[in-house]
């Protein structure tokens, strides 16, 4: 049985309360292929004023491929766009959203490591920084060098399987 104080609203149907409530109730967030459009013109974007005489002369808008937001591993991941530069090596961007700082660019060059069995992702901060990094990695043809005396350092991203993996 309902009880009589949740058959009536604590407030005028036509009240500033009952308006926000409305419009709260009917503003739904973007869907999947807007997250995906929106986070591929993020990217472009960024790319296009950050990285003016670099990437921006190579990468276009439609090179861009969003996804939408994900959750896994116990955290939620924003929308973001790829680019592939081929060699092995792709660009990730993604909006890093907080409460103190709103929206920050967050542009990340993945790179395959030089022992062949992963990926090293490099966050770029500017475009000298990324000139540099793309100077290191010109000797092994754009492969991140494995480092031999310490821990394997490629696991930051794992290697997407192969489609006989996926088979077996």
Do not use: K
């Amino acid at each position: 049985m309902t009880s009589p104080l949740l058959r009536t609203l604590p407030y005028a149907s036509d009240s500033p309360l009952a308006v926000l409530l409305g419009i709260a109730a009917d503003v739904v967030g973007p869907d999947d292929d807007e997250q995906r459009e929106d986070a591929a013109t993020a990217a472009a974007h960024h790319v296009y004023y950050a990285y003016a005489s670099t990437l921006a002369r190579v990468v276009d808008a439609i090179d861009w491929q969003g996804y939408p937001a994900a959750t896994g591993d116990d955290r939620r991941h924003e929308p973001s766009a790829v680019a592939w530069l081929d060699g092995g090596a792709w660009l990730h961007h993604t909006l890093r959203i907080t409460e103190q700082d709103g929206a920050t660019d967050v542009l990340t060059l993945i790179v395959p490591c030089t022992c062949g069995h992963g990926y090293v992702d490099i966050t770029l901060d500017t475009e000298d920084a990324m000139v540099e990094i793309l100077t290191d990695l010109a000797p092994t043809h754009g492969r991140s060098p494995h480092l031999t005396d310490g821990p394997v350092d490629c696991g930051s991203v794992r290697a997407v399987p192969t489609l006989r993996q996926l088979c077996r």
